[in-house]
């Protein structure tokens, strides 16, 4: 059965502004050097990055489910906050696992750009104790280059101004400097204007393109209606195209089956690399759906789909401040702002257990500073104008969780359920995943107080403390810590080589793709989304996927 527009609230038009602005490949020609399934974060950066190697003599593909529905970030758009907007855009691919102990929030973005023109912009990077969980070469070549290269290409920003770089030199003459690396939040956000240091230029030609995201890249690449030569070199988009899947075809090619979700006719299209980047929810449906299913071994099959896992992320801890001590005092405004990460170092305790297997992430009056404002008029709510407003969480990494998992069914009309153990069952967390990704067992009361004193490690700093929230707890007037997870930071499902706890003694090799995110006995076919990831690390993951993108384009041209 051809996949019928069987996700609700997924968005199936092909209108005017479309394609007066690009082209939808309408070429005669099937066959093509590249198909890209996806432009999300990881098929747009790879698609684009192949385009600048070798466009110029190789087809290149990008065949996107969804539509036009956003050329740009939607903070490009109105202010109002990004997840807002992004959860009138999310389509149910999936279904709720029917236990109440089980659940994962949010819905995948599908349009051109994927999650890209809904999402944060926030791109901090993997610390060392994290990275030993990805294989050595990926980990080698992060830290070697592409971390760097993936901040790079997502125009990563310098500096919130002078005052952020001077809280950040201020907590780091503080004690919490031997626990954690502190540095303001990167930021996949254009600033012309600045140089690396964060001074002003004196030169002012280059307006800003807001927040990174891969419509814009994509639509740079491929350039306006008309485009290029349909039967060329180049890249092509294919909008409005869902892959039914993905099929072994004679002389080491893979043919690539869709149906236009407009009006239900079926093309296919032939490539000898195919790299699939729908994303950790629907890669693993496709690869299901696909005759590589069939070669895989059984032990690698029972993989497809499961593992899924995100990053445990408390909720926030607030409080209203009237500056920042620890020295001569700094005073603190309603209109002075910054983001700042506190990168754990890894440390071991005495029984050689990794003691802070988190990440802090703070915000200064937040809430009153947007990446663009567009409405002048709009004013910020009013409460206490006399402080500022600080707030932070505990973002925990967290290793793959094999209980976890798609359950596809050839009867599933293409939205399974999803299995997802609630991260508000703290049991499991502490009896599971904290164990195995840190080593250490917390009894609830012992967890409750690591979160409180680091929190109160980093409050005690500040005067003028006037706390908003309680204590994590699980009693009267205390904030339980932990929600569910969702799929927007989700991994695991398509794994490379990995490591199911700190303590394992070697790697796992009986994954789904290998370090070069090929899917094991099916040369040319790869993965190249957050499916892939061995780790769901504390930090955002997207600089991670953005490195393993551009690794990706070089092995492939």
């Given at each position: 059965?051809?996949?019928?527009n ?5 968005v199936?038009e092909?209108?005017q ?15 093509f050097?590249?198909?890209v399934?996806g ?8 698609a684009?990055?192949?385009a600048d190697r070798?466009?110029s ?18 903070y490009?758009?109105?202010?109002i ?15 709720p696992?029917?236990?109440?102990d ?16 809904f999402?944060?912009g ?12 990805f294989p050595?070469p990926?980990?080698?070549d992060?830290s070697s ?11 990563e920003?310098h500096?919130?101004?002078?005052r952020?770089e001077?809280?950040?030199?201020r907590?780091?003459?503080s004690s919490?400097n031997?626990d ?17 240091d964060?001074?002003?230029k004196d ?14 890249l994509?639509i ?7 485009g290029?030569?349909?039967n060329?070199?180049g890249?092509?988009l294919?909008?409005n195209?869902?892959v ?5 075809v004679p002389?080491?090619?893979?043919e690539?089956?869709?149906t236009d979700?407009?009006n ?7 490539a ?5 980047a729908?994303?950790?929810i629907e ?20 993989k ?13 801890s ?9 020295g001569?005092?700094i ?9 700042i ?8 305790d005495a029984?050689?257990?990794i ?5 802090v ?9 947007h ?6 008029s ?10 500022s407003?600080?707030?932070i ?5 967290n290793c ?5 998992g798609?359950l ?7 939205t ?29 009361q ?5 979160l409180?004193?680091t929190?109160d490690?980093i409050?005690s700093?500040?005067?003028g403390?006037?706390?908003i929230?309680?204590d994590?707890g ?8 932990f ?5 927007h ?8 080589p990995?490591k ?14 290998d ?7 099916a ?7 957050m499916s892939v990831?061995p780790?769901?690390?504390?930090a955002n993951p997207?600089?991670?996927l953005?490195a393993?993108a551009?690794r ?6």
């Amino acid at each position: 059965m051809a996949f019928s527009n069987n996700y609700v609230n997924m968005v199936a038009e092909r209108t005017q502004s479309h394609s007066r602005l690009i082209r939808d490949y309408d070429g005669g020609n099937p066959d093509f050097d590249f198909i890209v399934i996806g432009s999300g974060i990881g098929g747009g950066i790879l698609a684009d990055d192949l385009a600048d190697r070798v466009g110029s003599s190789k087809r290149i593909l990008v065949i996107e489910s969804g539509s036009f529905i956003y050329p740009t970030h939607v903070y490009n758009i109105s202010r109002i906050p990004n997840f807002s907007v992004a959860n009138h855009f999310g389509a149910d691919c999936f279904k709720p696992y029917p236990n109440t102990d089980y659940f994962i929030g949010g819905a995948p973005q599908m349009g051109f750009g994927g999650r890209s023109i809904f999402w944060s912009g926030l791109i901090p990077q993997a610390q060392g104790w994290e990275l030993d969980y990805f294989p050595e070469p990926v980990r080698n070549d992060f830290s070697s280059a592409y971390f760097s290269l993936a901040g790079q290409r997502m125009n990563e920003s310098h500096s919130l101004g002078a005052r952020a770089e001077e809280l950040v030199a201020r907590f780091r003459a503080s004690s919490l400097n031997d626990d954690f690396v502190i540095e303001q939040t990167p930021r996949a956000l254009h600033q012309p204007y600045l140089y690396p240091d964060g001074t002003p230029k004196d030169k002012f030609f280059d307006e800003p393109t807001g927040v990174f995201n891969t419509a814009e890249l994509l639509i740079n690449q491929v350039g306006l209606t008309p485009g290029a030569d349909q039967n060329g070199g180049g890249l092509f988009l294919k909008l409005n195209a869902f892959v039914e899947g993905v099929h072994d075809v004679p002389f080491g090619w893979h043919e690539v089956r869709t149906t236009d979700t407009v009006n239900g006719q079926p093309r296919r299209f032939y490539a000898p690399r195919v790299i699939v980047a729908a994303g950790s929810i629907e890669s693993p449906k496709l690869i299901n759906r696909s005759s590589v299913y069939h070669h895989l071994s059984d032990t690698v099959r029972r993989k497809v789909g499961f593992g899924l896992t995100d990053h445990p992320v408390s909720g926030e801890s607030q409080a209203f401040v009237s500056g920042l001590g620890g020295g001569p005092a700094i005073p603190l405004s309603r209109n002075d702002h910054a983001k700042i990460v506190f990168y754990s170092r890894g440390l071991l305790d005495a029984a050689g257990n990794i003691d802070l297997p988190f990440n802090v992430e703070m915000n200064i009056n937040h809430e009153y500073w947007h990446l663009r404002n567009n409405d002048p008029s709009s004013l910020p709510a009013v409460d206490n104008l006399a402080k500022s407003r600080i707030d932070i969480k505990f973002s925990f990494a967290n290793c793959l969780d094999d209980e976890n998992g798609i359950l596809s069914r050839f009867d599933d009309g293409y939205t399974p359920e999803i299995r997802f153990r609630r991260f508000s069952d703290l049991n499991h967390l502490l009896q599971s995943r904290f164990p195995a990704v840190a080593g250490w067992n917390k009894s609830p009361q012992d967890f409750f107080n690591l979160l409180n004193a680091t929190r109160d490690r980093i409050f005690s700093l500040f005067n003028g403390v006037d706390r908003i929230t309680g204590d994590y707890g699980g009693g009267t007037g205390q904030q339980w810590p932990f929600g569910w997870g969702t799929v927007h930071h989700a991994c695991g499902t398509l794994r490379m080589p990995w490591k199911p706890s700190r303590n394992a003694p070697d790697f796992n090799y009986d994954s789904v793709v290998d370090e070069n995110l090929q899917v094991r006995n099916a040369p040319g076919l790869y993965v190249c989304d957050m499916s892939v990831m061995p780790i769901s690390t504390a930090a955002n993951p997207v600089r991670s996927l953005a490195a393993l993108a551009l690794r990706l384009s070089q092995h492939l041209a």
